[in-house]
């Protein structure tokens, strides 16, 4: 009887330390206003630490999964966009020299998206995100640490990357990221 007690109570404090870490990170989010998305974030946690852990970065900003064949398959995200509402697959940008993304789009409880999600694009390609002015601040952080942008929160604001090397690039808004404002740039 012992062992299971300590066993119950192990695993008490696990999941009361991650309620706390849930909560402290959806206070970040911005929105203090929307009680929804602090309940989603409750959620999310768990599914973001281990999309993250299991992920692995290669050389050239390459993240787990995208063969880089070109072949016209569907890249693998390694769970990456497991809790991100707007993810509807790839769309297909190759032959632009510039392709522009949303920031604030309408995702995840309100406006913490990317839109479109994902994009795939040819080498030399500079996508350009533009803040719509929604969901309070955002910034855009790759998750392998190749680019950042300041956090902003006015319509208008724009940040630009040129992506010169094939790879699977995944971002995400810092603040936002547990609610699921995460997005990637396939490059081939």
């Not at 497991?82 to 697959?89: F, L, S």
């Not at 993304?101 to 030399?124: E, K, L």
């Not at 996508?127 to 640490?145: F, L, M, R």
Request: hydrophobic share 30%; with cysteine.
């Amino acid at each position: 009887m012992t062992r299971d007690t300590t066993f119950t109570r192990r695993r008490f404090t696990a999941l009361t330390a991650t309620a706390a870490l849930s909560t402290a990170l959806a206070g970040c989010s911005g929105s203090g206003d929307d009680a929804a998305n602090a309940a989603e974030a409750d959620g999310v946690g768990a599914t973001t630490a281990e999309s993250t852990a299991e992920s692995t970065t290669e050389s050239g900003g390459t993240t787990g999964g995208d063969d880089g064949s070109g072949d016209g398959s569907a890249p693998q995200f390694d769970g990456w966009f497991d809790n991100v509402d707007n993810y509807d697959g790839v769309s297909d940008e190759t032959g632009s020299s510039t392709v522009t993304v949303t920031v604030g789009a309408q995702a995840n409880g309100g406006a913490f998206g990317f839109g479109p999600a994902a994009v795939r694009v040819s080498p030399g390609t500079t996508v350009v995100w533009e803040w719509n002015g929604e969901g309070g601040s955002h910034n855009v952080a790759a998750d392998d640490g190749s680019f950042e942008s300041e956090l902003a929160g006015s319509s208008g604001h724009t940040f630009e990357h040129t992506f010169e090397e094939a790879g699977t690039y995944r971002y995400a808004c810092t603040p936002h990221e547990t609610l699921g404002m995460k997005g990637a740039i396939v490059v081939e």
